[in-house]
Nanobody, 117 residues
């Protein structure tokens, strides 16, 4: 079983930057593909970015790939999301997810990001 705890959310002005962290515990972190999702008010949860187990490949939603960067540290058992040039439409609760073959997906409880002046 994996426990995921997101942090780093908060209020940021348009054009600003924020880095989210997701700390994992309870299992072997490096065996999980990690992803960030977000859910804006009144909208469905959407994929933001995914990173492979070794961190050697990443995938982004089209609207975010030029502004967001996902990374991981398999020693610190943490996945990060660096968000730059933020827009009001980036306002959402951001969740991390751990996924592995033959295992259920694990989700954190989320961290709220608000982009507003």
């Amino acid at each position: 079983q994996v426990k995921l705890v997101e942090s780093g959310g908060g209020l940021v002005q348009p054009g600003g930057s924020l880095r989210l962290s997701c700390a994992a515990s309870g299992s072997i972190f490096s065996t999980y593909t990690m992803s960030w999702y977000r859910q804006a008010p009144g909208k469905e949860r959407e994929l933001v970015a995914t990173i492979t187990r070794a961190g050697d490949d990443t995938h982004y939603a089209d609207s975010m790939k030029d502004r967001f960067t996902i990374s991981r540290d398999n020693v610190k058992n943490t996945v990060y999301l660096q968000m730059n040039s933020m827009k009001p439409e980036d306002t959402a609760v951001y969740y991390c997810k751990a996924a592995a073959m033959g295992s259920v997906d694990y989700w954190g409880k989320g961290t709220l990001v608000t982009v507003s002046s």
